[in-house]
């Protein structure tokens, strides 16, 4: 199996990072992608990959940290993609209105400006988007052309949604939010062909029942991939031979 969006790079597993890796390989998880948040972000998110044959970066500017200085930050986003680093997507990219409203036309711009930067490059896209599904689609659609693929990350929308993104020649990235009870996404994902799914965890955040509340880790990709193979009646296998598949699709990993 692959977690196709992991901050394991982040401060929440410093003091037990490389158990939570053995953890995660333990429960079948080989591949892990990082997507990247800022310019702060990019030197421990690098140092991680370094160490780690089986660790893929990302590089991007998160919506909720463009500000202000959204054009310094893309700066530093851009000078890494230009560089010696492979990444294996721009990411994660797009737009949350869930905190704050202020910076939208701003979000709006960065996330144009990244989604172009990413087909110039022949990279998938990694789409953030939190109550925001109208205009995240409105800068999608804008910027639709056969260049333009990638994973919607954190997929929680509805059925409209959801083939909205794959017309666009996007993956659904689910994760635990797929596990939550009287959440919704479960009845989505079931009407969806596991063709359009890859797998997540979005660690440390969204832990999938029965760890909800918790910190989140890559280990429990295990626990969203059986929850689908319930939603669609087939085997556990099945799940993660065709996700895996998808994923590798997606980043020519």
Not at 177 to 203: C, H, Q, R
Not at 213 to 233: M, T
Request: hydrophobic residues 40%; contains cysteine; glycine residues 6%.
């Amino acid at each position: 199996m692959i977690d196709t969006h992991t901050h394991i790079y982040l401060k929440q597993f410093n003091d037990d990072r490389e158990d939570m890796l053995e953890r995660a390989q333990q429960a079948g998880i080989q591949e892990f992608y990082l997507p990247n948040i800022d310019k702060d972000s990019i030197a421990d998110l690098k140092e991680l990959a370094a160490r780690h044959s089986n660790i893929y970066p990302m590089m991007g500017l998160h919506p909720s940290h463009v500000k202000d200085d959204y054009q310094e930050q893309l700066a530093a986003v851009f000078k890494e993609l230009n560089g010696a680093t492979r990444y294996y997507a721009v990411g994660e990219i797009g737009i949350d209105l869930y905190w704050d409203k202020s910076f939208i036309e701003e979000q709006k711009k960065a996330f144009g400006i990244q989604i172009e930067k990413a087909k110039e490059m022949h990279l998938p896209i990694v789409i953030h988007s939190r109550n925001a599904f109208e205009e995240t689609f409105e800068v999608l659609e804008a910027f639709a052309d056969e260049r333009l693929y990638g994973i919607f990350h954190c997929f929680t929308g509805n059925l409209e949604h959801a083939q909205r993104a794959i017309n666009l020649n996007l993956k659904l990235g689910i994760g635990g939010v797929v596990t939550f009870k009287n959440g919704g996404l479960d009845k989505v994902v079931e009407k969806i062909g596991l063709e359009s799914l890859v797998l997540e965890t979005d660690a440390p955040y969204l832990a999938p029942a029965p760890h909800r509340g918790k910190r989140n880790e890559p280990a429990y990709v295990k626990l969203v991939a059986q929850k689908i193979a319930d939603l669609h009646g087939v085997t556990f296998q099945e799940v993660d031979r065709i996700t895996t598949q998808n994923a590798h699709q997606v980043f020519k990993s």
